[in-house]
């Protein structure tokens, strides 16, 4: 058994960079990599890339990353867990095994857990939505995707076989770094107290180049050195619990009390009550202290038991979302943009487009805070006129009303983009623990 454990951030969501990854695992004398790459709605995409495609619904960055760092990885016995599988881990995992025998890595055991797909029980027993207090049925669209967040157990169930890569659909983002540390330190899942810290630790890393400065900068008041090269963090963690979280030397950006309460506060509604599938954590007694450079020490993570229940998110289709947008600029750039709109909101009418929601904007003037902020007149402006519709070809109706606005409307209107997609909704319910059955499947390359 370990004394410490160190577990790298090797990405915080689907599209990051793999750069700070290869970085970790070359020179963070990490024994875990982890590549948290999962959102809701990212799953009911890869929902919808399966229902096109049996063989897909996987991350599609999954190849790139493998290639990057898996023979590192290997050489160096660093094991790789990741959310990566997305809506379709099984396949997931036979990539990565094809991948590994093209690297001419052989006797690696590559783990899939499956099991957290639960559309069968949504339909089946019609679950309460949590936002709306309605029933499932009664959602507007066609349901496509249910997922269970699901905790460690299969994780660590992975690990216990001697998985070197773990690959998952939904679970909890803290769960893919929790997982190592049970198995490693052989911590009990219902001391929930070290739960609650092993908590603490995930969230931490789960946002990856967050915790290091990435989204904390703000020039001039908060200064963060050398974005571009921005390091990911790494948690050192001992069997107490405590941990500490650093970054590779030399690397990007920095670690500090403030970017690490920061992280801690990020996406959380009552600090005192955290709810994951394995503990409902409690961060209101965590301490950090800065111990060196780019190192805060971790204490004071506490948690009580589980409530039984896996909240599932649910994707559902919700209509189509169309989107047009043109610029203007030079003297009285504002005047031609707003009578752009007012044009827009005419040719609405005249039309009949049949939308459901719609929205104008001058971005640069009025799109994030409104008229009563602005103040200065701005040299340049670009027009948005965005809607949601019931069909297609309402919503390709929206961009093109936006193109006209080249012949048809204020001089000097220039760069028009006009977009159509599907809107997929998510929403969330409650599922009895006892009903998502999670398995782990093995292959040996």
């Not at 500090?256 to 309460?261: G, L, M, P, V, Y």
């Not at 559902?316 to 044009?343: D, H, M, N, T, W």
Request: hydrophobic share 40%; aromatic share 8%.
């Amino acid at each position: 058994m370990k004394s410490s454990i160190r577990i790298g951030s090797g990405a915080g969501y689907s599209g990051d960079r793999i750069s700070p990854a290869v970085e970790l695992a070359r020179s963070g004398n990490i024994q875990y990599l982890v590549f948290e790459c999962l959102a809701e709605r990212t799953i009911a995409l890869a929902q919808q890339a399966r229902i096109r495609n049996f063989d897909a619904g996987y991350d599609p960055l999954l190849e790139e990353r493998i290639l990057a760092c898996l023979p590192i990885c290997a050489k160096k016995k660093i094991k790789i867990i990741t959310n990566m599988g997305a809506a379709n881990p099984l396949a997931g995992r036979n990539r990565i095994a094809h991948l590994a025998r093209k690297l001419g890595l052989c006797n690696l055991k590559i783990a899939a857990i499956i099991g957290d797909d639960v559309l069968p029980y949504v339909v089946s027993e019609n679950p309460e939505i949590m936002e709306t207090g309605k029933k499932a049925h009664e959602l507007p669209g066609k349901i496509i995707s249910a997922n269970a967040y699901v905790g460690v157990k299969s994780i660590v169930e992975a690990l216990e076989k001697g998985a070197d890569v773990v690959i998952t659909g939904r679970v909890s983002d803290p769960a893919l770094y929790m997982a190592p540390l049970i198995y490693e330190f052989g911590w009990s899942t219902i001391d929930y107290n070290l739960m609650g810290q092993a908590t603490v630790v995930g969230h931490l890393l789960e946002c990856a180049g967050q915790v290091t400065g990435g989204y904390f900068a703000d020039p001039g008041y908060k200064n963060v050195p050398d974005l571009g090269k921005l390091g990911f963090p790494i948690a050192d963690v001992q069997e107490d619990g405590t941990f500490f979280i650093t970054k590779v030397k030399n690397s990007g950006g920095i670690v500090s009390t403030d970017t690490c309460k920061e992280q801690l506060v990020y996406e959380i509604h009552d600090p005192s009550k955290y709810y994951t599938p394995d503990v409902v954590a409690d961060f209101t007694g965590v301490t950090m202290e800065q111990t060196g450079k780019d190192k805060v020490t971790v204490r004071g993570g506490r948690g009580s038991p589980r409530t039984g229940f896996y909240k599932a998110s649910v994707g559902y289709l919700e209509g189509y979302f169309g989107e047009g947008q043109i610029s203007y600029g030079g003297p009285g750039a504002v005047e031609r943009g707003k009578l752009a709109i007012e044009i827009l909101k005419e040719r609405l009418n005249i039309t009949k487009i049949n939308c459901t929601e719609t929205r104008f904007d001058l971005i640069g003037l009025n799109s994030l805070y409104g008229e009563h902020l602005s103040k200065n007149s701005p040299y340049e402006v670009r027009v948005r006129f965005a809607g949601r519709t019931k069909t297609e070809h309402d919503a390709i109706k929206i961009g093109n009303e936006v193109e006209t606005l080249y012949t048809n409307g204020p001089a000097g209107g220039g760069g028009v983009m006009k977009m159509v997609h599907e809107v997929l909704a998510v929403v969330s319910v409650l599922i009895p623990e006892e009903k998502v059955r999670t398995r782990v499947l093995i292959e040996i390359t």
